[in-house]
Structure formats: C-alpha cells, structure tokens
C-alpha cells in the first residue's frame, strides 16, 4: 500500500515510492509519461520493501507552492532481523515531517519541487497502521497491535504526537493515544491549537 496525491492546481502529483522514498511527476512535462523525481529520499536501501503513508498540509496564501510533508514509513526487514536496525529485529517503522517548496529558474519559471527536513522519529515497530494524517504540528495515525506492547498496550488506539518534540534516538516521546479505538484519522480533520501532552 502506497499513498499519491494530485496537489492543488494539478501540476505535481506525489506518490510513495516502494524503497521508502515520496517521488513526484510534473504533469505539465512535455514527455508522454514524465519521469519520478524523488523529492524525500529514503533512508533505507534500495532493495527495502516498505509501506508509505503520507498527509500533506499546505500553507495557506503562500506567493509559491509550500506544503508541510508527514510521510509514515513501515519497512519489513529479512527474517532474522536488520544488522542497521539492532533495536528493531524485523521491523524500522520512521515518522518524517519535510517542508516543500517549489523553486523556479532565472525566467521566473517553477521548475520543481524541493525539500527539507524538519523531523524524523521512530514508532512502534510491533504494530500495523491503517492511516496517517499530518496538521499543523501533530500527526494522528491509527494503531493496532495484536501483542502486548510496553508503550501501546494491547489492540487498537490513535496516537496523536507534536512532531516537532521527538528526537531519532528513542521512543520515549509524548503521545496523546485514545485507546480501544479503532478507525482511519481524516485530514479533514481539525486539530485544536494545544493539545495537552
């Protein structure tokens, strides 16, 4: 399962990539079927086999194309686990938040899009997840796990988390997590300013 998103204006369409990585095309190319630009390489290998999610929030009134990208990355590793992944025996699953931007050329013409990092953190790697939304500075995404996890528990939550506060090293950050509750967050869905953590 792969995400894609057709931006405003119809121009960039985004997809997931199956290493891990968020190409895009450019419909306005002049080529049949225009070439995958990677606009968030991945940190795992080409070989990897992942799952990507990803919720685009887009910046309001801004002069050129700027969005806030969340992208969800479950990678599922060899049996017999990861030598990059010692902590994670068979699973790396990142949560990546990336600012977008277009960027034009010496004519005044947009030309791509770009990227920056702004956050990168791990989750639980002994859960699946179903959806993922990015708004502001919170991700929500749907968990299930069918073992007793130590941070999660057992069965299904939403966790919601301020991206903006973890680090790469640890998974012990703040989570709001609303348990026994199954069911796909929406983007449509509006975060309230300050959610207590």
Known sequence: MQSAHLLPGGRWL???ARD???????????????EAITLVPSQFDQDANTIVLFSVDMVPDAEYMSFNLGIMKWRLSPLGGDPDY??????????????ITSYWDENGQVRGLRSERLACFRE???????S???????????????????TLG???????????????????????LIWRRRARVSRRFLFQSSLPF
């Open 14 to 16: 985004l997809f997931g």
């Open 20 to 34: 891990g990585s968020v190409k895009y095309h450019d419909l306005n190319s002049k080529c049949e079927i225009s």
């Open 86 to 99: 010692p902590n994670f025996p068979r699973y790396a699953r990142w949560i990546e938040v990336s600012r």
């Open 124 to 130: 639980e790697y002994m859960c699946g997840y179903e």
């Open 132 to 150: 993922f939304t990015l708004r502001g500075r919170h991700v929500a995404y749907s968990l299930y796990s069918f073992e007793q996890s130590i």
């Open 154 to 176: 057992e069965g299904d939550n939403i966790a919601i988390v301020d991206w903006t506060l973890p680090d790469s090293t640890s998974l012990s950050y703040s989570r709001r």
